[in-house]
């Protein structure tokens, strides 16, 4: 029995990445950029064989070796990506990667597509991060905005059920006879005099 594994209660526990959620979003996203535009050339490549095979009927597929990607995006383009990848927030990480592979299974583009296709989904995900923080913006103006007090609203509205707009034939019956005298409960509402 080995006694290895009872000495290590004094080593420190395993550490964190101490990569800023930024940096690990950046590195998620282009990780996941070229695992898709590799798995897209293998498509490509698989394609083409299986026309090439069609067309001359023959099978050399055993014999060949795997070519290495031939497709590679160019730098300007890379620091393009990684600039808006920078911009995605952690949380819109895991949306952006379902987004873009959804996407990739729905189209299925050439290799040469994936980048662009990459790029839309950003550019997605970058607005829908702005709606929802004007609307995040919007809803705490309208929390802090000071509310007006009851006491405002009841001076400004008057309680008149039986005072309206309506003309009715039975106002002159109404106008010419005496008023009712109410019961205690009922409080008497007057609306005020249109002048």
Not at 39 to 52: G, L
């Amino acid at each position: 029995m080995s006694l290895i594994p009872w000495f290590r209660w004094n080593e420190p526990p395993p550490r964190l990445s101490s990569r800023s959620p930024a940096e690990m979003v950046l590195e998620t996203l282009m990780m996941e950029l070229v695992g898709q535009m590799r798995e897209a050339e293998r498509q490509q490549r698989e394609r083409s064989n299986s026309v090439r095979k069609i067309c001359t009927g023959v099978d050399y597929s055993w014999l060949a070796s795997t070519p290495r990607s031939t497709y590679d995006l160019s730098p300007g383009e890379r620091l393009q990506l990684e600039d808006v990848c920078a911009k995605i927030h952690p949380s819109y990480c895991g949306p952006a990667i379902l987004r873009f592979r959804q996407l990739l299974a729905e189209q299925e583009p050439e290799v040469q597509e994936v980048s662009g296709l990459f790029r839309s989904v950003l550019q997605e995900v970058l607005e829908r991060m702005k709606q929802e923080e004007e609307a995040h913006k919007l809803t705490r103006q309208w929390s802090l905005r000071p509310r007006g007090s009851l006491g405002t609203f009841k001076s400004r509205a008057r309680i008149s059920p039986f005072a309206s707009d309506i003309r009715t034939i039975s106002e002159d019956v109404e106008r010419d006879a005496p008023r009712p005298s109410r019961t205690w409960s009922m409080p008497e509402f007057r609306a005020p005099k249109a002048d």
